[in-house]
T-cell receptor, first 112, second 114 residues
Framework: GESVGLHLPTLSVQEGDNSIINCAYS??????FIWYKQESGKGPQFIID?????DKRQGQRVTVLLNKTVKHLSLQIAATQPGDSAVYFCAENIDSWGKLQFGAGTQVVVTP | DTEVTQTPKHLVMGMTNKKSLKCEQHMGHRAMYWYKQKAKKPPELMFVYSYEKLSINESVPSRFSPECPNSSLLNLHLHALQPEDSALYLC?????????????FGDGTRLSIL
């Protein structure tokens, strides 16, 4: 979803459940995508990336899926933990200088 | 702990002051970036340095002046800022070149303009 004013889209997840965060990107020529996690008072932290020649990539407890047909990216977090509470941003690399275009962000809140 | 170090963590300044934000990385990265982030918003690119040369200026007002003294350091000089410039200023670095690699961010400088 898109943010309106000062309100980030929020995903509430129960501890132990799986989370899915979605992102629509804009440039069909983008060939590299990154997910970042930003905790309060900190900078964005790299989670996982994927190149356009792949449609799935797995990390530790995280999976990124890329659907180039509909320009959609998703991040799946398995067995969500309280430490996963943060704002998650997708980003697409839109030129050869490494210029990133960030999505609006999704606030993930993990409840006990 | 992040491998990109930014100082100071917090800065309060008046509109007539001159101050500088500093960023340092020792990962051997050759591309460095400045971003501005307002509350509840994604980071917005300001400047890109590649191999110590300014390669992108996203039409940033001249009251922000970047400097890259060497491959490990990036500064942002501030002068005559406006209240709307209050934000979190993030520095990032990446290996550089044209091979897609993730940017690594520092924890930012929280800037408040009085």
């Amino acid at each position: 979803g898109e943010s309106v004013g000062l309100h980030l889209p929020t995903l509430s997840v129960q501890e132990g459940d799986n989370s899915i965060i979605n992102c629509a990107y804009s440039n069909s020529a983008s060939d590299y995508f990154i997910w970042y996690k930003q905790e309060s008072g900190k900078g964005p932290q790299f989670i996982i990336d994927i190149r356009s020649n792949m449609d799935k990539r797995q990390g530790q407890r995280v999976t990124v899926l890329l659907n180039k047909t509909v320009k959609h990216l998703s991040l799946q977090i398995a067995a969500t933990q309280p430490g996963d509470s943060a704002v998650y941003f997708c980003a697409e690399n839109i030129d050869s200088w490494g210029k990133l275009q960030f999505g609006a962000g999704t606030q993930v809140v993990v409840t006990p | 702990d992040t491998e990109v170090t930014q100082t100071p963590k917090h800065l309060v300044m008046g509109m007539t002051n001159k101050k500088s934000l500093k960023c340092e990385q020792h990962m051997g990265h050759r591309a460095m970036y400045w971003y501005k982030q307002k509350a509840k918003k994604p980071p917005e690119l300001m400047f890109v340095y590649s191999y110590e040369k300014l390669s992108i200026n996203e039409s940033v007002p001249s009251r922000f002046s970047p400097e890259c003294p060497n491959s490990s350091l990036l500064n942002l000089h501030l002068h005559a800022l406006q209240p709307e410039d209050s934000a979190l200023y993030l520095c990032a670095s990446s290996p550089g070149g044209h091979d897609n690699q993730p940017q690594h961010f520092g924890d930012g400088t929280r800037l408040s303009i009085l």
